[in-house]
């Protein structure tokens, strides 16, 4: 299946109810005329809805409201592009091996991801290592150990209570001597407000940088599309202390639409750069607004 | 846990107070801003709408308009409404007799079904049960042998069937249960999505073979407008018996649980609150509604101090203080029973007025630690007699310690003034029989 057809996959379910409510919008408002105050008002909770939240959402109505005449479906699609397209992925060129830090609070998916991010990494050509740098979380390392497996990845681990930033150190090292191009490492999940644990992701950045220079060369923030307005928290917190460069959204093969994702890079200028669509190995995609808004608001299947 | 939500609510209503008389006009402003923020802390916009309507109903009443305190009246009406969402379900586990009681716990992947599965157990025991844990996740790579691991440092039991079938292996834990006399099951399953409908079958039969008598679905409190879907298709398919709110000590504000009681009509009947295998208590709706609208969460400020303070140590204190022999060890032991009542951000968190003003990442529970350690840099005779720290022991201590020497002087300080405090106070209490002359006249 094409890139686009799984994406379309994943994305089916999240966009059936939510583009039947935004047909029927655009139908009841008059074909190419201004929309009204009551379909601005139903197109806002309808974004509120897909949990683009309540600022980013009145920004794009107040913009769709101004704008005047047009076909309302590609107005909201134009906006959502416009914030989408303000948050553009850097992929610089830096030498080997690259360190990917992969963070993100409990439960949204950093150990999966790390495992399809090193599986597509080795099915492009590069020979990646994986850091199981989740020293906390009961049986988190036999967790990454099998992916690392399915992939055909090696793995440096550590045990049960090992400090994290002595792996991740170990690890780089590892890469070097092992001549390899990239480093995932799975770090513990950690809410945000917690300034212990953050505290511990700064000192494994800190500790990357000594054992690579310019490490960690990306920071992957991990979202969860359930996940609703504390998304914003949650990346704002985890770029402070980490740096992040970067958004994986996990889980967009449910009924969430992972609207917050659209207000994160509104508000904070973070790329979103994969989003996790599936369970399988391969179910992790590179993101691409186009094909994001377009599988949203696509009417046939 | 949802001092967000808390802190927009407290800035409506303290602008509220200023207002002499409530008009019409003011009412209105106020419901704007409590549908910004309910909306911001991802409540179902239907359900907010709904709330602000009934809200305005009542709020725009004569008898509230007329009132002397209309402020307090708003006030009162969005507590009562709030609460009225909530409903009035017991929280904690169904009373069955059925003995093994099973209980299945079911969610999405990650909102954290198998921490709380361990999490139940160590609550179970607390009430004099004997649970026994099962997973059913044959799925996720290691998932079987997280729990096993959470068991055993949770001294819980951990049934270890050795198939690969989820229905099979609930089964066997039942019978195990039985056998060995273990009052309660409680089966963790794999994550999975509402719309899966292989897994969701999967539960199905599940729930068929061990007749459970809780269904519980664990949700995380930072879910967004699809909870109310998700939840409300694992009732539709399952009959969820209540929601496990989980991971409620972050700053999520969680109005996802307002919408899934009101919309799915489950009630929330446990709160996860932490990390620790004790941080999980039973819901209640009461307290989160106080907490919202700034009236703080003293009962559960109580009964941590309840749990955290050992009654010996109180009464032997007290004596000393009436004695006026108060020590630096006494100081500590004080520090460490605050320690034991949770982070510290936590227990300010419940302090009525303070919890809004006070973001959570600013309180340095450092700090206790670090006095804790001053304290234990010092020997036997320092801590009994402070009063003999010259310059050279406080700087040997601040190096003991890993501390400052201001840091050394700083407690020392504080030491000081707290005995002069307490001399104080025991000293009224010697004299007993005087203040109570003293006081007689006033009572006439």
Known sequence: ?301 | MFQVLGSRLQDVFGSLRREVRLTPETVERTLREIRLALLEADVNFKVVKAFVDRVRDRATERKVLDSLTPSQQVVAIVRDELLKLFGDSPAGLSTAAERPQVVLLVGLQGSGKTTTTAKLGRWLVGQGRHPLLVSTDVRRPAAIEQLAVLGRDAELRVHEGGTGDPVRRAASAVSEARKLGFDVVLVDTAGRLHVDDELMQEIVAIREAVEPSDLLFVADAMTGQDAVRSAGEFNHRLGVTGVVLTKLDGDARGGAALSVVSVVGVPVVFAATGERMNDLEPFRPERLVSRLLGLGDVLSLVERAEQAIDRDDAVSMATRIRRNEITLDDLKQQMRAVGRMGPLNQVLGMIPGLGSRMPAADVDAGALTRMVAIIDSMTAHERRNPTVMNGSRRRRVARGSGTTVQEVNRLLRQFAQMRKVLKSVGGTSRRKGKRRRMALPAMR
């Open chain 1, 1 to 301: 299946m094409s890139i686009v057809g799984r994406l379309r996959e994943g994305l089916r379910r999240t966009a059936e109810r939510w583009t039947g409510r935004l047909e029927r919008l655009t139908r009841s408002s008059a074909a190419g005329g201004s929309p009204g105050a009551e379909t601005l008002e139903a197109l806002e909770e309808l974004l509120i809805e897909a949990d683009v939240g309540v600022s980013t959402a009145a920004r794009i109505v107040a913009r769709i409201g101004d704008d005047g005449a047009g076909d309302l479906r590609a107005r909201v699609r134009t906006e959502i592009l416009g914030v989408l397209a303000g948050a553009a992925a850097p992929a610089a060129e830096v030498p080997a091996p690259r360190v990917v830090l992969v963070v993100g609070v409990n439960g949204t998916g950093k150990t999966t991801t790390v495992g399809k991010l090193a599986h597509r990494c080795r099915l492009e050509g590069e020979t990646p290592l994986i850091c199981a740098a989740d020293t906390f979380r009961a049986a988190a390392v036999e967790q990454i150990a099998v992916w690392a497996e399915r992939a055909s990845v090696d793995i440096v681990r550590a045990g049960d209570g090992a400090d994290p930033a002595s792996v991740v150190f170990d690890s780089i090292s590892a890469a070097r001597a092992r001549g390899r191009d990239v480093v995932f490492v799975d770090t513990a999940g950690r809410l945000h407000t917690r300034a212990d644990l953050m505290g511990e992701l700064a000192k494994i950045r800190r500790v990357a940088g000594r054992a690579a220079s310019g490490a960690p060369h990306e920071v992957l923030l991990v979202i969860d599309a359930t996940v609703g307005q504390n998304g914003i928290a949650q990346a704002r917190r985890f770029m402070e202390t980490a740096g992040v460069t970067g958004i994986v959204l996990t889980k967009l093969d449910g009924t969430a639409k992972g609207g917050v994702a659209v207000a994160i890079a509104g508000e904070l200028g973070v790329p979103i750069r994969y989003v996790g669509v599936g369970e399988g190995i391969d179910d992790l995609l590179p993101f691409s607004a186009e094909d994001y808004v377009a599988a949203l608001f696509e009417k046939a299947w």
